[in-house]
């Protein structure tokens, strides 16, 4: 029973509280330190939104705003989430600020000390937004996801908070030269907005602007549109007969690959090498690299046939891409709806990953001429008897099914090439040839696998798994949009290179 003293109190309490703001913008040099080890970031002011991710103590955000025991901080990349305020400790000095930086290479390793003899945790890819925390010597201690670690700063552009410059497009006047097969063009600077149009290998275009890692071309004459900066060659100039390359380092992507005396494939074979070999490169003339054997001689190794570090544009043998036409290609995005499939340590679910890949990978058949299927356009389940009865409704030349691994063992990595049927093994060994070479990820190898997909398909299918989202440091990579598109180039690649040499 309440008395009637109480009831007055609290009826003011009740009109208090339903006139009372629902948040509380707070100024931008406010700042929280993570104070808990694991804190659930979420997507709103409840324990009933979806986590986003989790963050660790000593972390520290900026503030948005508070709504009663919540506030909402903001991450590097610019996406914003809530915790609870009794996991933190809430900083008000004007003086605070959190910096925050963008990656200037094309890969990057984090370490766990500052030191360059320190173990590699977590690799970062050109473009991608960090938390900077501290700086010792020439080394940034940096945070991305749920990985802390160090990094040269020479590889960091510094962004101050509150400073937006880094972030938006400006003008360059750079003349591009496009290094991929087929390459994208889309509305704005995001692989999730609209495909507008395709270009080639080789096309040159002059860059109107560059916002991170995306470049706006004129593709066609009066139509503008946005491509992924990291398959432009920028450098503008070249010489017919030859290129300069400095600390350029490529390494040989398949067994047996021929060394030859001349760059053409009519040149006598002068050695033979193997998966693995790193060779430095002195020269590029046409689409053969000119590199310095062990014994002092000069051998030439067929661009196609390697991965290759730096700057430089992967090479890849011309005319492939045409034997995609007509082809038909079903493509299979793992798991779906209620079937998560993995989930990564930061919360990335292996359904979504899939569908992205699979949507990037037939953006690019589509544009070669190939009838392209996915057997699954949303977040929806589908049987595995259904995927594979759409593969033989279509007689399908190739079946792809896409999918990320997982390990009890979190230092798991690598991508592996999956199997059933000995007429399947060929289109297997090419994909995940040129999948491994594209995307530099750690070989797993191509294994016979006793998946329902391959294993109750008489279409020629394979299944790859692209990465481990166990695997923190590996998460970082397989999420991010180089990786995405260089993994959709790498297959569209190697089903390019089967069906041209199988035919």
Do not use: C
Request: glycine share 10%.
């Amino acid at each position: 029973m309440v008395k009637k003293g109480s009831l007055w109190v609290l009826s003011i309490i009740l009109i208090f509280i339903t006139f009372m703001p629902h948040g509380k913008s707070v100024a931008a040099t406010e700042s929280i330190t993570i104070s808990t080890d694991n804190v659930n970031l979420r997507g709103g002011p409840g324990l009933s939104y979806p986590l986003i991710k989790i963050v660790y103590r000593g972390e520290k955000y900026p503030i948005v705003k508070e709504q009663g025991d919540w506030i909402e901080i903001e991450l590097a990349n610019g996406q914003t989430g809530w915790l609870v305020n009794w996991l933190v400790t809430k900083e008000t000095n004007s003086a605070i600020k959190t910096n925050y930086g963008m990656v200037n290479a094309d890969t990057l390793n984090m370490r766990q000390e500052p030191s360059a003899l320190s173990s590699v945790v977590g690799k970062l890819t050109y473009g991608t937004s960090v938390t900077i925390y501290s700086k010792q010597d020439n080394w940034l201690e940096i945070g991305f996801s749920n990985v802390r670690g160090w990094v040269i700063s020479d590889f960091i552009d510094v962004q101050a908070a509150g400073d937006t410059s880094s972030g938006t497009a400006k003008r360059n006047g750079l003349i591009g030269t496009v290094t991929a097969d087929s390459l994208s063009v889309r509305s704005s600077a995001s692989l999730n907005s609209n495909l507008i149009g395709t270009v080639t290998m080789g096309q040159r275009f002059t860059i109107v602007e560059e916002l991170n890692n995306w470049a706006k071309i004129e593709y066609q004459s009066g139509s503008f549109g946005w491509v992924a900066g990291w398959f432009l060659e920028k450098e503008t100039s070249k010489t017919q007969t030859g290129q300069t390359v400095k600390e350029t380092i490529i390494t040989i992507i398949n067994n047996g690959t021929n060394i030859r005396k001349g760059p053409d494939v009519q040149s006598d074979v002068i050695e033979r090498t193997n998966t693995g070999a790193a060779y430095s490169v002195k020269n590029i003339i046409n689409d053969w690299y000119e590199v310095k054997l062990e014994d002092g001689r000069i051998g030439y190794i067929a661009g196609w046939l390697v991965s290759i570090n730096g700057n430089n544009p992967q090479i890849k043998k011309q005319g492939a891409e045409g034997y995609l036409k007509n082809k038909t290609i079903v493509l299979d995005p793992g798991h779906g709806g209620t079937d998560k499939g993995a989930t990564g340590v930061s919360g990335t679910y292996e359904k979504d990953l899939t569908l992205r890949t699979a949507q990037l990978l037939s953006d690019k058949l589509m544009a070669a001429g190939a009838n392209v299927y996915i057997t699954r356009i949303n977040d929806s389940y589908l049987q595995l008897a259904s995927r594979v009865n759409i593969a033989s409704s279509y007689n399908a030349d190739a079946f792809i099914s896409l999918h990320y691994d997982s390990n009890v063992e979190p230092s798991t990595r690598g991508m592996t090439g999956y199997y059933y049927h000995s007429y399947q093994q060929a289109l297997a060994e090419s994909i995940f040839a040129s999948t491994v070479g594209q995307t530099k990820m750690t070989s797993r190898g191509v294994r016979f696998g006793d998946f329902h997909v391959i294993r109750e398909n008489s279409q020629k299918a394979v299944l790859m798994e692209l990465g481990y989202l166990s695997n923190p440091a590996e998460e970082m990579v397989i999420t991010s949009a180089g990786f995405q598109e260089n993994a959709a180039a790498g297959m569209f690649d190697g089903l390019a290179r089967y069906f041209k040499e199988n035919e």
